[in-house]
């Protein structure tokens, strides 16, 4: 099988990861000394590729990612209490996500709608 699969297993375990982390910063968005976290991709981003081919010469090209990602404080100033959290910034983060998580889930699916296309007419 491809090895796409395995970088878009990344990619979802990877987004469920973020997803967690910034729902317990939602949940302690009001708990004093809470400092909020996030899922840093960027660092891990390059460590697995996948080789893909332009087959014509307007193709652009190809750069194979796998994520995956450690959690970090997040470095932004305190409020008063001790608490970083901006319900606003995690929300946005949220939705970020969830995009992110769409992407992947829809290359997914196709993926494996052209496999079952492929293997119908052998």
């Known amino acids: 099988m491809s090895d ?3 970088i878009l297993e990344g990619h979802l375990r990877a987004s469920t990861q973020r997803h967690g982390v910034i729902a317990s910063n939602i949940a ?5 000394g809470y400092k909020a976290r996030d899922v840093k991709f960027d660092e891990t981003l390059d460590k697995a590729t996948i080789e893909l081919r332009s087959t014509q010469p307007g193709h652009m ?3 194979g990612q796998v994520a995956g990602g450690n959690v970090n404080l997040d470095e932004r100033p305190s409020w008063g209490d001790q608490n970083n959290v901006e319900l606003d910034m995690e929300v946005a983060k949220m939705t970020e996500n ?4 769409q992407a992947a889930t829809t290359i997914l699916s196709k993926n494996i709608q052209m496999y079952k296309a492929a293997l119908r007419r052998s």
């Open 4 to 6: 796409i699969f395995k």
């Open 28 to 32: 302690n968005v009001d708990t004093p």
């Open 98 to 101: 969830a995009v992110f998580f």
């Open 61 to 63: 090209t190809p750069a």
